[in-house]
């Protein structure tokens, strides 16, 4: 976060050249902003703001949170998601009092996302948007910043785990009921199949995401 103060300013050569000095966040006003998706999470121990001489403030404060996000997996395990990060001030109206911007390009913050969090998960990001707009709350507007991440899904673990295993058991299946053995060694081999088959069943369970309105299609087959 970076504002300005234009009550706390002062010379440097009247303070021995000091032009920067850390202060509790306490000390003076600062921007109070909330994160609208925010389910549970754990707050920044750095109570702290850097104050310049012209009067600039900055403030870095990380948080670790936990948000909502409407899961569309019908493409699963091939899926793309959406999901927004909306940081908003409810206590200042935006027209009269608090104005939020964003210093970083898209471009730059999805640069700095892929060199600071890990990129060998399930996830992989795959864009990043921001909106700036106004909500309008009680016959007042607010000022909020959203942004839109895209995700992607990496396939690969569900493709050797479950896709593959699947598609062999009904080739295999295929092979056994076509074949020239005997009734009673194909309803051995059917059986099973079928115990396969169940078992994969349970694994696809267990797997899936259930927070969506439409069932994934390796679901339904």
């Given at each position: 976060?970076?504002?300005?103060?234009?009550?706390?300013?002062?010379?440097?050569?009247?303070?021995?050249?000091?032009?920067?000095?850390?202060?509790?966040?306490?000390?003076?006003?600062?921007?109070?902003?909330?994160?609208?998706?925010?389910?549970?999470?754990?707050?920044?121990?750095?109570?702290?703001?850097?104050?310049?001489?012209?009067?600039?403030?900055?403030?870095?404060?990380?948080?670790?949170?936990?948000?909502?996000?409407?899961?569309?997996?019908?493409?699963?395990?091939?899926?793309?998601?959406?999901?927004?990060?909306?940081?908003?001030?409810?206590?200042?109206?935006?027209?009269?009092?608090l104005v939020m911007k964003t210093r970083r390009t898209?471009?730059?913050?999805?640069?700095?996302?892929?060199?600071?969090?890990?990129?060998?998960?399930?996830?992989?990001?795959?864009?990043?948007?921001?909106?700036?707009?106004?909500?309008?709350?009680?016959?007042?507007?607010?000022?909020?910043?959203?942004?839109?991440?895209?995700?992607?899904?990496?396939?690969?673990?569900?493709?050797?785990?479950?896709?593959?295993?699947?598609?062999?058991?009904?080739?295999?299946?295929?092979?056994?009921?076509?074949?020239?053995?005997?009734?009673?060694?194909?309803?051995?081999?059917?059986?099973?199949?079928?115990?396969?088959?169940?078992?994969?069943?349970?694994?696809?369970?267990?797997?899936?995401?259930?927070?969506?309105?439409?069932?994934p299609v390796i679901g339904t087959h």
């Open positions: 976060q970076e504002w300005k103060n234009t009550f706390a300013t002062w010379d440097p050569e009247d303070f021995c050249n000091i032009s920067k000095v850390i202060l509790p966040m306490d000390t003076y006003w600062s921007p109070p902003i909330f994160i609208l998706e925010r389910v549970n999470g754990q707050n920044s121990d750095l109570e702290y703001m850097a104050v310049m001489h012209n009067g600039s403030f900055n403030s870095t404060q990380p948080f670790q949170v936990t948000l909502t996000c409407s899961l569309m997996i019908f493409k699963f395990p091939f899926d793309t998601q959406m999901c927004n990060l909306s940081i908003a001030s409810f206590l200042y109206p935006a027209v009269t009092d898209p471009a730059e913050m999805m640069k700095d996302s892929q060199s600071y969090f890990l990129t060998d998960g399930e996830w992989k990001f795959t864009n990043l948007s921001i909106i700036e707009y106004a909500e309008e709350l009680d016959d007042q507007e607010f000022s909020v910043v959203t942004y839109v991440i895209s995700m992607e899904r990496r396939p690969t673990l569900y493709i050797l785990n479950l896709i593959l295993p699947t598609c062999a058991l009904y080739l295999l299946d295929m092979a056994v009921l076509f074949g020239p053995s005997s009734l009673e060694e194909k309803i051995g081999f059917q059986i099973a199949i079928i115990l396969g088959s169940s078992m994969l069943a349970v694994i696809l369970n267990n797997i899936l995401p259930t927070s969506s309105n439409k069932p």
